[in-house]
């Protein structure tokens, strides 16, 4: 399952959402902001206490803000 973790003010989780929907990738998405253990969540994967958009599959791996050729290779898409 992939997992986006966002906030709601962010134009890049919006970009993000609308590219994988345009993908047919199903995703469960976590707004940081009003989900307090999402985003400890997000930031033990990451390292980084507000860090969006974030895009993972495992947990482990993980992209970084809207970066379609890591997000590409990380979904095999």
Do not use: H, Q
């Not at 994988?20 to 997000?42: G, M, N, Q, T």
């Not at 980084?48 to 895009?55: H, Q, S």
């Amino acid at each position: 399952m992939v997992k986006i973790y966002t906030m709601e003010s962010c134009p890049y989780c919006a970009k993000l959402k609308r590219y994988l929907k345009s993908k047919d990738v199903e995703f469960e998405e976590f707004d940081i902001e009003k989900d307090p253990a999402a985003r400890e969540v997000c930031k033990k994967m990451t390292g980084i206490e507000w860090a969006v958009p974030v895009t993972t599959i495992d947990g482990e791996n993980f992209v970084i803000d809207f970066d379609k050729p890591e997000i590409d290779k990380l979904l095999c898409l």
